[in-house]
C-alpha cells in the first residue's frame, strides 16, 4: 500500500528546534531538501521529499522531524557512521563544527562550520536546480591550523531517512556482465558499496543507489530516492540502518589508503553527490538524471550522436588502410556516419600487433598504415563520414619507447617486482606528476594538431591500479596517490576540453568500467561493455539505464555468433536492442549477407527517424528482463509527448509462454496516437495504422504477440 505522509520522519526527543531556526530549502521543479542551520549549532536534516514551501516547515517539524546531522563528524557524540575524521595538527583526532554562517548564492546554499577548538573549517554545498529533480551536494575542508592536519575520512555528502520497508536498487559487476542490479530489503546494519580498484571504479560495483521508500521497487510508481556519487576514482557508499527504520546513506571518496594533509592554509574539495526524488518510482529517479545529464553533467548533452562503426570486433588489432577503407564502405552503404579505427593503429619500435606492448607510443605503425592517420581520415572524408580514433592515454607497457625513456612515470612502489597488467606488460602511468599530465594532453593535442578533422576519440583505460606508489609524491604524501591521480586526470581532462570543446569523446575502461558520473562532464558517451551479445546487452542498458541516459550508452550490433557467448541471435533482435541507446556497429559490413544488408539498411534509416526520441526523451522502463518471465520492454517519450516508441522483447521460449500485455507509460491520456511497426516478422500486424488514445495505451495496454524465442518488436507512436 502506498504511503502519502512526509517521508522523513523520525523521534527526534534529543533534539529540540528553536522559533528562530534558520532554514535552508533547496529546491527543485518537484523537491525540497530541508535543512535547519542554526549559527553555532550543527545543520539538521529534516526533510527530503516532494516539493514543500517555507509555510510549510511547521508541518515537518510538528510531525517530528528526522532531524539528523548533515554532516557528522568523528570524535565527540558520533557512534553512528561518520562523514569526516580528522587528525589535527596536535594529534587530537576529534572533531566538533557549528556554524558560523550560512549564505546562499544564486542556485548555492553554503552552510560554514568551524570547529569549536580548532581553526578547521568545513563549508557545506548544496545546489538547486531548476531544470531537473536532482539536488548536489559537497564540501570544501580547509586547514586554518599552524601545522599540516590529516584527513582520515572526508565523505561528500550525507543523506537519511525513515521508512520502514524500504529497499534498495544496486549495481555490480565484473567485465563483459557489468551493471548488474540487484534489489533487497535494508536490514539493520551497514551496508557497502566499494571501489578499490584505482582506476576503473564501475568496473565492479557502481558508486549509485536507489532507495525505494514503498516495498518492493517499482518501474513508474512510488517514492524512491536516487544517490550518484560523482567522482572518477576508488569509492565508499555506507548505507546504515538502524532502530525506527532510520536509513543513514554517507557517500564520498573511499577512506582506504587515502589519508590527505593538508597543509596550513590548504584546502580539499570532496566530489559531489547527486541526489534525486521522485513519486514517480524507480523511473522517476532515472529521467531526473538523465535531464540532468543532458542539461549539462553530460559533455555536449543536447547533441544528436552520430552513428558509427568501431572497428575492434570486426578486425581486432589487424587494421590497415585497405581494411579501414572496406568497413568505411560498409557503413557508409548502410547509412552511417563515422567509422572509428580501434586499438592496433600504432607503435614504431614495438608495433602494437597484439596487446603487450606499444601503448604510449601514439605514432602510426606505417606498416599496417603507410600514409598515417591523415590517409584514413581523408578515406573516410571522401566517403562523406567523420572519423575517430582510439587511444588508452593513461597506460603504458614495459615493452614501449615511452616506458624505456620514462621508467619513472609509472604507478610502482620503488622496491618491488611490478604486476604486470593485460597483455602481461601493461602499467598505469602516474597521473599526479605534472609531466605525465602534460604527455596525456599532448596525445590528443598532436592527434588533432595531425587531424585538424579529427571528429572523435574513443579513451580506453584497460588495467587496475597494481604497484600502489609514486616517485612524484613524497614519502609522506604516498596515501595522496589514489586520490592525486584523479585530480591529475580530471585537470588534464579539463586542458583538453578547453582546446577542443566540440570534439566527441567516448569514455570506456575494458567495456563499461568506468560509468561515473563523476566522468561525464569531460566525455560525449561510454562503451557500456565489451559484451554485445543481445541477450546480455538486455540486462547490462538496463542496469546502466537506471542513471545514464541513453544518448550517452553506446550500443552496437555486432557479428552473429557473438564473439563473446557463441550465441545466434537474429539481426532484427540485435538492432532492436542496440537502438534504445547510441546505434554503432562492431563488425565487417561485408560479413552481412545481401538479405541482412537491405535489413540493416532499413534499420538505420529507421533509427534515424527514432533518434531524438530516443536520445532526447524521457525513457520508461516498463517490464524489467529481470522479472518479465522471458520477456522485457521499455519506451522512449519525446519532452512534448507528441512522439513515442516503444520496443518489446522476447528471450525465452517453451511451449506456454505466454506474451505479456503491454502496458506503455509517459503518454499525454487525452492525446490519440496513430502506432506504426517497424520491420516487424510476425504474422499478427494488429497495430499498423491504428490509432489509441495515451491512457488505453497505459491503463489496458495491448497485445502485441511475440512468437519465436529472440522475436521483439518495435512500435513508433505519433500524437495524431
Ligand atoms: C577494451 C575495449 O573495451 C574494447 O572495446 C577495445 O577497444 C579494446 N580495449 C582494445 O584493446
Redesign the pocket.
Known sequence: MKKNFPLLLLTAAAFSLSAAAADVFINTPKTTLMLTANNGSTPRIHYYGSRISPAQRQEVIDAMSINYDAYPAFGRDSYDETALSVTHADGNMSTELTITGTRTEDELTIISMKDKKYDFFVDLYYKSNDKSDVIETWTVIRNGEKKPIRLEQYASGVMTLRQEGAWITHFHGAWAQEAQMTEEPLVQGLKTIVNHDGVRNGMNDHAEVMISLDGKPQENSGRVIGAALCWTGNYKLRLETRGHYRHTLIAGIDDLHTAYTLKPGESFETPKLALAYSTEGKGGVSRAFHRWGRAGQLHNGRALREILL?S??GV??NVNQEVCEKMMDGIKELGGELFVV???WFGRKYRRTN?SQSLGDWVTDTEKLPNGVPALVKAAEDRGLKFGI?I?PEMTNSKSELYEAHPDWVVAHPTRELAMG?GGTQLVLDMSNPKVQDFVVGIVDNLVKENPTLHYI?W?C?MSMNNFGSSYLTADRQSHLFVDYHLGLRSALERIRKSHPDLVIQL????G?RVNWGFMPYFDEF?C??NTDALQRLYIQWGTSHFYPTMAMAQHVSASPNHQTGRIIPLKFRFDVAMTGRLGM?MKPSDLNEKELDYAKKAVAFYKEIRPIVQLGDQYRLLSPYEGNGHCSEMFVSEDKSDAVFFCYKFEHFVGLQTPRWHMAGLDPDATYQLNEFGSTERSHYFEGKTFSGRFLMETGIDAYLSGMFSSRVIRLKKV
Not at 508 to 511: D, E, I, V
Open positions: 568501431n575492434w570486433e581486432y588489432m580501434d586499438d592496433g596487446d582510439w588508452e593485460r574513443k580506453d584497460n570506456c575502461a575494458s567495456g568500467g562503451w561493455s565489451d562492431e
